[in-house]
């Protein structure tokens, strides 16, 4: 079984320009989470979807920032005319029910470096 | 709303000496707790999880955690670390509703010395 795949690994961007980060969730599983991860800093909760619904987006900037989950292919975090401050690696993950109870899976992450 | 403190951002053992990483957490009810270990450049992988039952919880690569419910706690152990535990670890706390998310602590990054 693959596991959680996420692409680019590495993305750099010049700032206004748009940056997209794909996830594609394990073979069954219908959840999504995306978390950001700054240096010396822990895992900060973004957002979290099913197919075709956001359940949780209370750690989403409110600005520049969306996230979806289609029908059909991967998840996509889009970040809008990106900024210094975004740099940071991007990990997804998936599970296959919701609730903590069920084990989430991580892909490799997605390292952003705007310049 | 739940919350995890990690006190040690870093943490250096001899390489067979033992290992305690700590973590405390805050919430309510009875939580969901979990270990990840993170390898440089790589995503997170999960040594063990507790939910319920037994307090000591043994997980992958011969860690091993105890859920202290007087002291708030999920205290991780290895009895003798090797050079390839070297990572950074992550504490994570849930509180096991429907559509419940998980919130990670800062993690501490633990060091071997040869």
């Known amino acids: 079984n693959a596991g959680v795949m996420q692409n680019p690994r590495h993305l750099v961007r010049r700032r206004g320009q748009e940056a997209r980060l794909r996830c594609s969730p394990m073979?069954?599983?219908?959840?999504v989470y995306w978390y950001r991860q700054l240096p010396e800093e822990g895992l900060k909760f973004m957002v979290y979807l099913q197919k075709e619904n956001i359940i949780d987006e209370s750690g989403m900037p409110k600005e520049r920032f969306s996230a979806e989950f289609p029908k059909e292919g991967p998840s996509i975090l889009r970040i809008q005319q990106v900024v210094r401050g975004d740099s940071a690696a991007y990990f997804c993950?998936?599970?296959?029910?919701?609730?903590?109870?069920?084990?989430?899976?991580f892909g490799p992450g997605t390292r952003l470096t705007v310049l | 709303a739940q919350s995890v403190t990690q006190p040690d951002i870093h943490i250096t053992v001899s390489e067979g000496a033992s290992l305690e990483l700590r973590c405390n957490y805050s919430y309510g009810a009875t939580p969901y707790l979990f270990w990840y270990v993170q390898s440089p450049g790589q995503g997170l992988q999960l040594l063990l999880k507790?939910?319920?039952?037994?307090?000591l919880v043994q997980g992958i690569k011969g860690f091993e955690a105890e859920f202290k419910r007087s002291q708030s706690s999920f205290n991780l152990r290895k009895p003798s670390v090797h050079w390839s535990d070297a990572a950074e670890y992550f504490c994570?706390?849930?509180?096991?509703?429907?559509?419940?998310?998980?919130?990670f602590g800062k993690g501490t990054r633990l060091h071997i010395l040869p």
């Open positions: 507790y939910f319920s039952g037994d307090t």
């Open positions: 994570a706390v849930g509180a096991g509703n429907r559509d419940d998310k998980i919130i």
């Open positions: 993950a998936s599970s296959r029910q919701g609730s903590s109870y069920n084990e989430q899976f």
């Open positions: 073979k069954g599983h219908s959840h």
